[in-house]
């Protein structure tokens, strides 16, 4: 198995392309939590529901999932830089879109952000791997997924008041001088980290079979991705569905259940580079993805015993566990994908991105659906933590077959 690319530099230094590339993922995922952020004020105003505006993030996701598996070959044309900036452009064309006040220009800002956001880990691991040495990868890709959580806490604590003091359109034009500034302030590196970009790369011919193959052959990536999907679709439903339990199953008043919900939060962010430090220095991070399925197993067990008999402290246990497993696992994922695709990481890391968004997007409803057949949401978290711990048996499986040098079909 090929070994993430050697820096042309004696001694590569991480630390600005790293700073890019978290504050492109700031921006975009701030972007992407904007519309449900202030979606009180944008079904008031329009007269609609709030869950149908609720659905921005959902296309949103679901385009990506189309635009992760075709990026690569825009990376690889354009260079990672370049495609930051286009992801930025996206941002901005999202929010602009957005704020003309309609559905279907909210649908179509969704729609312009998805083409873009499944770019965003392709281009960053292009740009990050040349530079940064193997000895800090993992915590150096497990910091710029920081920009996710990061972007959502953005989206929760500035959007909604800009929007009382000035109206929701306001506050989504607000956000746009960001994406702008840091457009041009990557103009300036831009030549210098995008060197190997290859000019007659072909944009769409053989796009898509690229990460199909390596998904076909490589059954360490396979089962990779596999395991993504699963972590992923358990930490949406975390997310998802954890103030409503604790309100509904746990009489937390609605202040209390998104205190809960925020340890969750920062649990998750804190996590990330801690793990990515744990996988470059003492656990290799195969077997510290399989132990992050089973505590994410531990976590949605304990939250289908949750009752109103609990204490606050047990629940708030339980949330930061959830937060620091669920949450925390997609720094590891994505150096995985590098590593393992090896001079295809740019494909691998779009097919890690589109195996994550499709968790994204199933696990969620489905966890709804049970909940609404069996009318309690016990049974659905004790289903969740099954998918987990078929994702922690997952990895366990690589984690031999890594031992065993088992990287074909």
Known sequence: ????????????????????????????????FSAPATAPAIAADLGVSGGLVGAF???????????????????????????????LAAVVAMLAAASAGAIATLAAGAVLLGLAYGATAPASTHLLVPHTPQRVFNLVMSIRQIGVPLGGVFAGLVV????????????????????????????????????????AYPLFIGALSQPLRLWRDNVAIRRLALASFAYTGVQLCF??????????????????????????????????????????????PTTLLALTGALMFAASEAFADISGHWA???????????????????????????????????????????????????????FGLLETVVGGFSVSFVALGLLALAGSAIMLAATAGGARGDSGT
Do not use: K
């Open 57 to 87: 993030v959902a296309i949103i996701y679901g385009v990506g999932i189309l635009s992760s598996l075709l990026s690569p070959s825009f990376v690889l044309r354009y260079g990672a830089t370049r495609v930051l900036q286009i992801v």
């Open 312 to 366: 606050g402290w047990q629940v708030a246990i339980v949330c930061l566990l959830a937060g620091a497993s669920g949450s925390g696992f997609t720094g590891l994922a994505y150096a995985e994908f590098a590593r393992l695709g090896g001079a295809q990481r740019t494909e691998a890391t779009g097919l890690g991105s589109a195996s994550m968004f499709l968790g994204v997007l199933v696990a969620p409803p489905l």
């Open 160 to 199: 909604p008041p800009l929007a009382v003091a000035f109206g929701w359109r306001a506050a989504l034009l607000a956000e746009i001088p960001a994406s702008v500034a840091l457009i041009a302030l990557l103009e300036y590196p831009r030549r210098r980290w995008d060197l190997d970009r290859r000019p």
């Open 1 to 32: 198995m090929a070994l993430i690319a050697t820096p042309d530099s004696p001694n590569p230094s991480p630390l600005w392309p790293l700073l890019a590339t978290l504050s492109m993922q700031t921006l975009a995922t701030m972007a992407a």
């Open 239 to 284: 997310i998802t569905f954890m103030t409503l339990h604790l309100t509904q199953s746990a009489g937390f008043d609605l202040v209390h259940a998104g205190w809960a919900l925020a340890a969750y939060q920062v649990a998750g962010a804190i996590s990330r580079p801690v793990l990515g430090h744990v996988a470059d220095r003492l656990i290799p």
